[in-house]
């Protein structure tokens, strides 16, 4: 007996360490993004974010003061300044890009027509020459430094203060509620008729619209524009809510029907004794019972449309009254892309409403992933 | 009372008149340098109170730039521009035209899709004479003038786009202070090139920067160097027959154009990184490679863009500059330029896009955004005085030096080669493939196209 426990706590054990294995695997490539987002261009480019938390060491070079800033010290000219950003600490120096740890701290070295330059440890140079200095554009100094960890919320502040954001937060959201409660609404009439009214074809339908799920929402984009143009109605955010409602219609009612065909019978049949009509039935009895369901859609549905993109550049245009989030993020990465810093940043920004969302709502989800899953749930 | 009212509308008038030439980036008559003549004259078409849309590939600082340039057509005739950018614009351009709902002047980044809508029907064709002016007033117009010149859905060729804003592609990016340091000089013909790749490896580094990494565009570097090597090699008249596919792809003139880019890219001690990271390395990354310390390269061909991915700071011209790809000095074809360009199309009859186009052949046009950043032209009546920086007057010298200009091939071919067998073979090649079994398969998916 004992031998059976063991082995059925062990496989637990295994389970739990399988499961908590793949949801750290999962969440590796999120963390290191929100570690990206903290750090900035040139950072990104050198190493990657696992590095963070170390003391980099690196090779780069400073530009001495130019002519202007000369002094003349009894016969000799000299410019001097800080070669060190605060915190960095050098390590070796040099005067060409060929040999650029050449040398040591604190060591004096001659150059050409009688100049001297020194670095000291602490990053003050010091160049000196016989004649007044003619350059115009300062000596590079090269530096191998290490430097400590370093994060920087200049990504976000980038992000957030961006022209337009604030507005095209406003344009997503008249995008997101319409685009979600309207689909809902018709959804819901939709799934109960195919669930509980008896009519000639409701089969056909049902098979109809399970069909319509696999239809690619690109395929209808230009003879969808096309509509709306002939009736009129253009680009603007009629159109959007139509265009968003029927491509998410086919899930929203496919799914709803499943969950009310497996509400009790009992119900809905001593309802119809008692002379409710259907649409008493409807709003009395499969509105409240469905509503982990709807819930769940409702999620499905906002996150979808918030993240959208492409719908809401056909469908709505790129003008700055109407771009909404997604499009001025895009705009932040520049005409070639390859801006991983912003990208980063734009990612934690866009999520904060849908985390806020999901998180509100989160209860209804679980219960209502396994909507229509099993008879009865 | 109506007197007052009179006074207030002139008063208000005058107050946004003011606002209006605020907005210029230069204000009209202050800068002697500008043509501020073609710019009054401009005036003389009134279109008050009428709309144009404009859709580009221009977004962030780019978008920036061209409304400063929108702003003096809009002061000068009254129009009322609008200006919308999409960094998928070959997507939205087709999907807004197909759906009856196109904007009024696209400007398309490459012929090769304003031609396919030309011949559906999507594109109107420019007004008299638009031809004539770009062969006239451009530098190698007769070329500029043939990559807006398509064939029509009448079967009849029109001038259907407007090139304006041009990208010089045949540069090579160096550090002038490594060569100071290494004691190298910028060279003069393809094969002092050569001697001082060979030359650099000897001293010890490493010459080139090549990545062909650009997620699905993987490869399009590469169709760069083979298209300037092309040119370098062949007659400009083999360079538009292996565009149009008279010239085949698997022609002996073309293995040796790709294999010529192999000299460089398929030796270990040539390239950063060895021959096997070329394809992999994407190419926002491989310019990088100069800016370190000991550098990884010397030497990096790329078109104009490339400065806006050094490292922060990079000052063009001090810490970083190009020079002149070279031709081969034995072989007499001249200074050869590959390049790209922004085209200009009307789709719509809008009067104000007609214009539009007007206003584009004004040096005005050109000389606003010449006088910022990231602009040349072809334009020979503009002042190359103007240019923001000595860089782009560089540039702009190319340009107007060219004995040859060609257009990118790759953005002239059908899409399926120029965007798809092309990019995919020179990834086998750079991978190790022989460049005639490269060049048999991209002229086998040319041949199913037909």
Known sequence: MGGIAGTKARLVWAVNLAALMLVVLWTIPTFGLLVSSFRDRDQIAASGWWRTPFTAESTGFVRAGTAADQQPEGDLFVISGMVLAPGQTLLAWGTSARAPGAFAPGETVALKDGQALSVAADGHYRLTAPQAFTETRGMRIFLTTTTPPRLTTDNYARVIGAEGLGRAFLNTFTVTIPATVIPILIAAF?????????????????????GLLVVPLQLALI?????????????????IWLAHTGFGLPLAIYLLRNYMVGLPREIIESARVDGATEFQIFRRIILPLSFPALASFAIFQ?????????????FLGNSQAQLVMTGVLRELLGSRGGDWEILAASAFVSIAVPLLVFFAMQKYLVRGLLAGSVKGG | MTKTLFLSVATLALIAGSAGAQDLKFSPGADARFDWASYEALKSMDLKGQKLTVLGPWLSADKDLVESVLAYFEVATGVDVRYSGSDSFEQQIVIDAEAGSPPDVAVFPQPGLAADLAKKGHLKPLAEGVEGWIKAN???????????NYTGPDGQAHQYAFPYKADVKSLVWYVPENFEDAGYEVPQTMEDLKTLTEQIVADGGTPWCIGLGSGGATGWPATDWVEDMML????????????????????????????DFGWFARNDAFVSGGAGAVASTDFRDSPKGLFTSPPQCYLHRQASFIPSFFPEGTVIGQDADFFYFPAYADRDLGQPVLGAGTMFAKLTDNPAADAFITFLQSPIAHEVWMAQTGFVTP?????????GDAT???????????????????????????AGAFWTGMVDYAGGKDAAAVAQAIQATWDTLK
Do not use: C
């Open chain 2, 392 to 418: 782009l007057k560089k540039m702009g010298d190319i340009l107007l030096n060219a004995t040859t200009f060609r257009f990118d091939g790759s953005d002239l071919m059908p899409g399926a080669i120029g």
């Open chain 2, 232 to 259: 370098r090699l062949n007659t400009p008249a083999d360079y538009d027959a292996w565009v149009q596919n008279d010239l085949k792809f698997d022609d002996p003139k073309v293995i040796a154009a790709i294999e």
């Open chain 1, 223 to 239: 003879p969808l524009l096309k509509l709306h143009n002939d009736i009129g109605l253009g680009k603007g955010y009629m159109g």
């Open chain 1, 190 to 210: 939709a799934a109960y008729a195919l669930a509980w009214m008896q009519f000639p074809g409701r089969a056909l339908l049902i098979a109809a619209v399970v």
């Open chain 1, 302 to 314: 906002f996150l979808w449309v918030w993240n959208d993109l492409l719908v809401a550049t056909v």
């Open chain 2, 138 to 148: 451009y530098a190698a117009g007769d070329s500029w003038a043939a990559y807006g």
């Open chain 2, 379 to 387: 334009y020979k009546a503009v002042n190359p005085d103007i240019y």
